[in-house]
């Protein structure tokens, strides 16, 4: 029987409709969501989720997760929320109350989980709409050869957290378009391996990734090095030089640090993304560059738009996908997976001080202080320098002697 306002589809599909319980009112879902070819399957619980058929005829492709009775969700809510989410299998789209999106764990949760999200109640073609993309990448995820499974590991980042699993879903999903993304993250998380990871697994792979830091080219050089000059376009500019644009031509341009670029660089790369075509320094020719656009920043781009130290119209050419680097106090039990890494020969030989000599179990619980630190701190370097015990012995002074 063919289903009013569903052409071409036959059947119903069902999907889960998780209610996370709460002290909140949830009404009811939109009626016309039956006349579409939608069957919602209530639960209230993750248990029960896990329970339901992962294969077969009664499997559901999709998934509603329900936030609106839950108000500001706890951390300890949050935290079995995403080992659900993580497991795979199911396209989840996040339904939320007025408000609820401003609330920063929630709006973390929904970017590293879901692939949608609406603000409930909404309209019934609305709902369907995004229930129907979420249920159409969960069957590619499916497919043998169209998306792989997250692994533990994945091009030097290491870790087996819920959070971790849900980045390398979405690096694995970023690297079959050639939108431009920006990674987030705080300093030493692991942006570069993750725009390497993209560039892997990505249909450029066989063309080369070329990284610039923008913060530490000086600020009159930098558009100079990212679009190359003519000769004669400044002293000492005795040969035409192509930049780092030209470079990446057939690849991917990695931009570390977008944060620290100039205005006046700002406004080449938004042309570049806006016409596929760059300029050199001293010249008038349109050049036509073929490279995918990847960047970094550890500062909230959002707060520079807001002080004039970034354009608006960039910041939202950039962040077609978005990803956030978590720290490693943001990965629960991946401290121990940590320090097996560097527990590598490598490590060894490096003598990386008291990590070698007294290793972590890889069984054991995480403690229950959080690290402070990232997953590169200060404190490495010297230890990888070949950090040794420091003995007692005698003191100097720099006051002279009478």
Known sequence: MRRKGMPGCTGVRGFIH??????????ALPAGLAERGWEPRLVSSADAITALPARGADACCAGLLDLRGSGEPSAHGLERIREVLARGGLGWVAGLAPGQVKLEPVRRLVRD????????????G???????????MARLEDCSGAMPRPVPSMDGMVGESPVMHALYRQLQRAALTDAPVCIGGGTGTGKELAAAAIHRHSKR???PLVVINCGAIPESLVQSEL??????????????????????????????????????????????LEQGTIQRLGGHEDIAVDARIICATHVDLEAAVERGRFREDLYHRLRVIELHMPALRERGGDRACAAAQWRTPAGRRARVGDLA????????????????????????SRLKRGGRR????????LRRRA
């Open 205 to 207: 792979h066989g063309a």
């Open 126 to 136: 609305l709902l369907a709409t995004v229930l129907g993309h979420a249920h159409g």
């Open 18 to 27: 998780w209610v996370v319980p709460g002290g909140g009112v949830v009404e």
């Open 113 to 124: 989980h879901c692939h949608d999200y609406v603000v409930l109640p909404c309209e019934d």
């Open 227 to 272: 679009f190359g000059f003519e000769r004669g376009a400044f002293t000492g500019a005795t040969q035409r030089k192509r930049g780092r644009f030209e470079h990446a031509d057939g690849g991917t341009l990695f931009l570390d640090e977008i944060g620290d670029l100039p205005l006046e660089s700002q406004a080449s790369l938004l042309r570049f």
């Open 357 to 380: 000599r007294h290793p972590v179990p890889a069984d054991e619980p995480p403690r229950p202080a959080r690290w402070r630190g990232r997953h590169r701190c200060r404190h490495r």
């Open 390 to 397: 420091r003995r007692p012995g005698p003191r100097l002074s």
